[in-house]
């Protein structure tokens, strides 16, 4: 009867006082002080709330039903559907929301749904994986600052992806404890960053610019591989979709000396395993050297010329040890001509494998 006296008093009340009563209502039945044999007419007169013209109204249920557990379902997810402010009383604190309810509302949710499933007190692994595909930078940035989101390393990996060039979320993503491929993705944009910049343009010519930010790059992937627990497989793959296993890098790592990194990638490339790669750099006969290169992608020209660079490696280390190579390394400058040798080398075989797919393709 009071139910019903409640529906009869809400139909000519004013709006603030079917706010009152809404919130009042809400705030009973989660605190149980309704009878378990009115708790099915409580639940009715609350769906009938969901249909007032006043969003005042609907935004005073939600408020008093957004911390309960006990929340009917159905209406909490009708709020989390209503007008802004509404839905996001609701998608930011109720627990009653699963998983499956906030990728279902964030696919075709607003900006501001994204946001608030961003700022939720806990964001489960589901949860942010789904963000990250869907959402702009503000709410990535948010997501990050969250210390209750639970950010698996795919959706570290996504948002390297789409939001590298975007420099709050990389300062972000550079803090945390993020895949290698990812972290290096990001310093390839930083570097693209600061050779853009004013500054930079303005200081060094364009030639220094181009020098200085492949320099930096370099140092930075062989850094992050040296601090790798994989032995940077996953940055060597990264390195090979970006095409920057160029000879020109793999000589820099052979002239600094950066034979473990080296071999991993030789054996990645080629399937040979690490201890024969080893063994054939450090002994092997030029032919053999040449046959690994060429197993590894490279054209013959190349790897003929890279196979004689590392019988000039072997030849100006009178030690095993790095620094030993490195004290000797450009004495007779025969180290820098192959390397240039090989850079030309490699552009013009890339020139030729873009013609050729041009001319197939016009055929």
Same mark, same amino acid.
């Given at each position: 009867?009071?139910?019903?006296?409640?529906?009869?008093?809400?139909?000519?009340?004013?709006?603030?006082?079917?706010?009152?009563?809404?919130?009042?209502?809400?705030?009973?039945?989660?605190?149980?002080?309704?009878?378990?044999?009115?708790?099915?007419?409580?639940?009715?007169?609350?769906?009938?709330?969901?249909?007032?013209?006043?969003?005042?109204?609907? *935004?005073?249920? $939600?408020?008093?039903?957004? %911390?309960?557990? /006990?929340?009917?379902?159905?209406?909490?997810? =009708? #709020? @989390? +559907?209503?007008?802004?402010?509404?839905?996001?009383?609701?998608?930011?604190?109720?627990?009653?929301?699963?998983?499956?309810?906030?990728?279902?509302?964030?696919?075709?949710?607003?900006?501001?749904?994204?946001?608030?499933?961003?700022?939720?007190?806990?964001?489960?692994?589901?949860?942010?994986?789904?963000?990250?595909?869907?959402?702009?930078?503000?709410?990535?940035?948010?997501?990050?600052?969250?210390?209750?989101?639970?950010?698996?390393?795919?959706?570290?990996?996504?948002?390297?992806?789409?939001?590298?060039?975007?420099?709050?979320?990389?300062?972000?993503? *550079?803090?945390? $404890?993020?895949?290698?491929? %990812?972290?290096? /993705?990001?310093?390839?944009?930083?570097?693209? =960053? #600061? @050779? +853009?910049?004013?500054?930079?343009?303005?200081?060094?010519?364009?030639?220094?610019?181009?020098?200085?930010?492949?320099?930096?790059?370099?140092?930075?992937?062989?850094?992050?591989?040296?601090?790798?627990?994989?032995?940077?497989?996953?940055?060597?793959?990264?390195?090979?979709?970006?095409?920057?296993?160029?000879?020109?890098?793999?000589?820099?790592?052979?002239?600094?000396?950066?034979?473990?990194?080296?071999?991993?990638?030789?054996?990645?490339?080629?399937?040979?395993?690490?201890?024969?790669?080893?063994?054939?750099?450090?002994?092997?006969?030029?032919?053999?050297?040449?046959?690994?290169?060429?197993?590894?992608?490279?054209?013959?020209?190349?790897?003929?010329?890279?196979?004689?660079?590392?019988?000039?490696?072997?030849?100006?280390?009178?030690?095993?040890?790095?620094?030993?190579?490195?004290?000797?390394?450009?004495?007779?400058?025969?180290?820098?001509?192959?390397?240039?040798?090989?850079?030309?080398?490699?552009?013009?075989?890339?020139?030729?494998?873009?013609?050729?797919?041009?001319?197939?393709?016009?055929?």
């Amino acid at each position: 009867m009071i139910i019903e006296a409640f529906l009869r008093w809400m139909k000519d009340a004013r709006v603030a006082d079917r706010s009152k009563a809404a919130n009042a209502l809400g705030r009973a039945y989660v605190q149980s002080a309704i009878k378990p044999i009115d708790e099915q007419a409580a639940e009715l007169a609350m769906t009938y709330v969901l249909d007032d013209p006043s969003p005042k109204v609907r *935004l005073a249920l $939600a408020q008093a039903l957004v %911390a309960s557990e /006990r929340a009917p379902r159905h209406i909490i997810l =009708s #709020l @989390a +559907q209503d007008q802004a402010e509404i839905s996001s009383t609701i998608l930011l604190g109720s627990p009653c929301l699963t998983d499956a309810d906030l990728i279902d509302i964030m696919v075709t949710g607003t900006n501001q749904t994204h946001a608030m499933i961003a700022l939720r007190r806990t964001v489960s692994a589901p949860v942010s994986a789904a963000l990250v595909e869907v959402c702009r930078d503000y709410d990535a940035a948010l997501l990050l600052q969250n210390p209750g989101a639970n950010i698996p390393v795919i959706a570290f990996r996504r948002l390297a992806e789409r939001f590298a060039t975007h420099a709050q979320i990389r300062e972000l993503l *550079l803090d945390r $404890a993020i895949p290698e491929d %990812a972290r290096l /993705r990001l310093v390839d944009a930083l570097s693209q =960053s #600061l @050779a +853009q910049s004013t500054f930079i343009q303005n200081v060094l010519a364009p030639g220094a610019i181009s020098h200085v930010m492949t320099t930096a790059t370099d140092d930075a992937v062989i850094c992050l591989q040296q601090s790798a627990s994989q032995r940077g497989s996953t940055i060597i793959q990264y390195l090979h979709v970006q095409r920057r296993l160029t000879p020109a890098f793999l000589m820099t790592l052979l002239h600094r000396g950066e034979l473990p990194f080296l071999c991993a990638i030789f054996a990645e490339l080629s399937g040979t395993s690490n201890k024969r790669v080893r063994s054939i750099l450090a002994d092997g006969r030029m032919q053999a050297v040449q046959n690994l290169l060429i197993t590894c992608g490279m054209s013959e020209i190349i790897a003929a010329d890279f196979a004689h660079t590392v019988i000039l490696w072997r030849q100006a280390r009178p030690s095993a040890t790095a620094s030993h190579m490195t004290d000797r390394r450009s004495s007779p400058g025969q180290l820098e001509r192959l390397a240039e040798r090989l850079e030309i080398a490699d552009k013009r075989s890339d020139a030729r494998g873009y013609a050729a797919r041009q001319i197939n393709a016009a055929a």
